[in-house]
Antibody, heavy 117, light 105 residues
Framework: EVQLVETGGGLVQPGKSLKLTCATSGFTFSNAWMHWVRQSPEKQLEWVAQIKAKSNNYATYYAESVKGRFTISRDDSKSSVYLQMNSLKEEDTAIYYC????????WGQGTLVTVSS | DTVLTQSPALAVSPGERVTISCKASESVSTRMHWYQQKPGQQPKLLIYKASNLASGVPARFSGSGSGTDFTLTIDPVEADDTATYFCQQSWNGWTFGGGTKLELK
């Protein structure tokens, strides 16, 4: 059974940092292109970042809204993907999901990030 | 970015046929996918590459389209289909439509 479990969300002040973790099981993680997708309080879904597999040199891509502030990374030995979020803004408030593939057949339950003073 | 436009809401009666549209600002070939999301849940893949039914999804759901115009059809609609439906393209990066909230009369 495919499982993705996101953790690390919480309440954080603007300008601060937070690191999200997505632990996975049930599929060949090392070959998977992993993504983070977020959903705002207004329910709008936004793709955030992607990291490809080792065979693709772990290439990374970012939405313009987070480029330079967020970093996606992975640890194939732990079947986990991470999202380091720096210089957080109130508009980063959202539920953050991890998923994989070209179309997103599997999603975690999400972790809520609230950026507020 | 490729912008995807959906109608905000629809209301239909159980047993009817409903079509939910998604229009892309530029061609996305057939790289359009559809998701269903119920309150408090993560999105669920229904259709991938415009017309392919995802595993475990009832045959009442179908998708069509190519280029810039796409449709998700539910026939017949059941009470359990009350949800928000999102389209998503993967031809030019990844973007989502704003969602169509389906309500049953």
């Amino acid at each position: 059974e495919v499982q993705l479990v996101e953790t690390g969300g919480g309440l954080v002040q603007p300008g601060k940092s937070l690191k999200l973790t997505c632990a996975t099981s049930g599929f060949t993680f090392s070959n998977a292109w992993m993504h983070w997708v977020r959903q705002s309080p207004e329910k709008q879904l936004e793709w955030v970042a992607q990291i490809k597999a080792k065979s693709n040199n772990y290439a990374t891509y970012y939405a313009e809204s987070v480029k330079g502030r967020f970093t996606i990374s992975r640890d194939d030995s732990k079947s986990s993907v991470y999202l380091q979020m720096n210089s957080l803004k109130e508009e980063d408030t959202a539920i953050y999901y991890c998923t994989w593939g070209v179309w997103f057949a599997y999603w975690g339950q999400g972790t809520l990030v609230t950026v507020s003073s | 970015d490729t912008v995807l436009t959906q109608s905000p809401a629809l209301a239909v009666s159980p047993g009817e046929r409903v079509t939910i549209s998604c229009k892309a600002s530029e061609s996305v070939s057939t790289r359009m996918h559809w998701y269903q999301q119920k309150p408090g849940q993560q999105p669920k893949l229904l259709i991938y590459k415009a017309s392919n039914l995802a595993s475990g999804v009832p045959a009442r759901f179908s998708g069509s389209g190519s280029g810039t115009d796409f449709t998700l059809t539910i026939d017949p609609v059941e009470a359990d289909d009350t949800a928000t439906y999102f389209c998503q393209q993967s031809w030019n990066g990844w973007t989502f439509g704003g969602g169509t909230k389906l309500e049953l009369k």
